[in-house]
């Protein structure tokens, strides 16, 4: 009863390094999530996806690219990390809008640091 | 602009007495309303929502309140408990998929 998996949970880049994170979910779901969190700041969206082949912007998404090849995958890429960049990101991920009660479920969190 | 806004950093009430966590938005295209518990090191952990076209949830000691004129909602905790000591988010949902959360509010209740 795997949910969202978020590979890694931690990582310490260089400035200028690229990664990508992987998040991962198992429940079909047609909605997945990027946010960051940082101190004062709470949950921002970075990007979002409403489907398999589908991106879209959320609120900071400068610095940062998505893809969803796969349905039960969301990449988040950074091509240059920045010590801005360091957060801890949170994938989610949630059925679509027509079903009621539709709550989005939460990986463990990835905690990276720009250095 | 934050979309999603908590004004209330943090919160402390005395335990058996009620908690109010305050929400307020500036879209009123949102659908649907969520709060969020996290606990640290872990992911956010749903609670509890209300659809835009109610006013009022309940589930046992959780209560939510929409007052969409206002464009504000609030989570009650009655009676509050010491488990209940963590950060809550208050999170709005669009019509396009997007989830908006706010800032949180980090609450700790006393013994």
């Known amino acids: 009863n795997a949910g969202v998996t978020q590979t890694p949970k931690f990582r310490v880049l260089k400035t200028g390094q690229s990664m990508t994170l992987l998040c991962a979910q198992d429940?079909?779901?047609?909605?997945m999530y990027w946010y960051r969190q940082d101190p004062g700041m709470g949950l921002r969206l970075i990007h979002y996806?409403?489907?398999?082949?589908?991106?879209a912007k959320g609120e900071v998404p400068d610095g940062y690219n998505v893809s969803r090849l796969k349905k039960q995958n969301f990449l988040l890429g950074l091509e240059s990390a920045a010590p801005s960049q360091t957060s801890v990101y949170f994938c989610?991920?949630?059925?679509?809008?027509?079903?009621?009660?539709?709550?989005?479920?939460f990986g463990q969190g990835t905690r990276l640091t720009v250095v | 602009d934050q979309q999603v806004k908590q004004n209330s950093p943090s919160l402390s009430v005395q335990e058996g007495r009620i908690s109010i966590l305050n929400c307020d938005y500036t879209?009123?295209?949102?659908?649907?309303f969520l709060w969020y518990k996290k606990y640290p090191a872990e992911g956010p952990t749903f609670l509890i929502s209300?659809?835009?076209?109610?006013d009022k949830n309940e589930d046992g000691r959780f209560t939510v309140f929409l007052n969409k004129s206002a464009k504000h909602l609030s989570l009650h905790i009655v009676p509050s408990q010491p488990g209940d000591s963590a950060v809550y988010f208050c999170?709005?949902?669009?019509?396009?998929?997007?989830?908006?959360f706010g800032q949180g509010t980090t609450l700790q209740v006393k013994p």
């Open positions: 429940m079909n779901h047609e909605y």
């Open positions: 996806s409403v489907g398999e082949g589908t991106t």
């Open positions: 999170a709005a949902r669009g019509y396009t998929g997007k989830l908006i």
């Open positions: 879209n009123s295209m949102f659908d649907y």
């Open positions: 989610a991920s949630r059925r679509i809008n027509r079903v009621e009660n539709t709550e989005a479920f």
């Open positions: 209300i659809s835009s076209i109610k």
